[in-house]
Each structure stands twice: as structure tokens, then as C-alpha cells.
């Protein structure tokens, strides 16, 4: 689910689907964060979207050139930021929504993926 909050624009977390209040116009979904806190709120459907695949870091990696999309896990979400360098597996990443950089490990880091009705394809 993403958030529309100011300070959280461009991050998603991962929820499940507690309810779906179809007494609403349009139906809202009743979810339940993931996570230490557990949060209820209701959102409308166009804030959800599928967890990404999975991809092995040695399919992506190497291919991956400066000022493509990528996604940094931080503060229990995923927030899309942009290669700015890379020395093995130290990433320098821009959170251009906010302008603040991150040097991270290649382990909080995944591609940047674009969901579709055809499913999902790879933002490189």
C-alpha cells in the first residue's frame, strides 16, 4: 500500500487485506500493516498493488547504469530512488522526492519495478 501523507509519498509497504467494505462508494479495502504495530486503516484499492517479484541480485545488478530506478528498503518500506554511483556493493541512491541521498548496502536495494495489466516488467 502506499500513503498520500506529506513525508511518504513514493514508499510502499506491505499490508493484508483485512475487509472490503463494499457498503462504500467507491469500496474501500479494510488493511492491516505488516509490521511491529500492526495499523488498521482504510484505503481505496488504486493504493494497493502486488509485492513485486522476487529477483536474484546477479540478474539486475550488473546491468543497472546511473540515474535508473531502483527501490531502498528503509523505515519498514520500500521507496524508489535513483542510482547516482556504485562501487561493488556500496550504492549512492537519491530520494529525488526529497532530495536526500542514501549510501546503502546492495542488500536494501531492489529494481525498480512498474506494475501493469499485463503484470510487472522491470524499470531499467
Known sequence: VTSFEEG????????????????QSPPLLR????????????????????????????????VIKRGE???LFFDEGWWQV???????????VLAAEYNINHEVDISRLRPGWVASSEGWRLNL
Open 8 to 23: 511518504l509519498g513514493g514508499s510502499w509497504y506491505t499490508c493484508t487485506v483485512e475487509e472490503v467494505l463494499a457498503d
Open 31 to 62: 488493511i492491516k500493516y505488516d509490521g511491529d504495530d500492526g495499523q488498521l486503516e482504510e484505503v481505496a484499492a488504486k493504493r494497493l498493488r502486488w509485492v513485486p517479484p522476487s529477483l536474484d541480485v546477479s540478474c539486475w545488478s550488473p
Open 82 to 92: 535513483v542510482l547516482l554511483s556504485r562501487k561493488g556493493d556500496a550504492f549512492s
Open 69 to 71: 530506478t531502483l527501490e
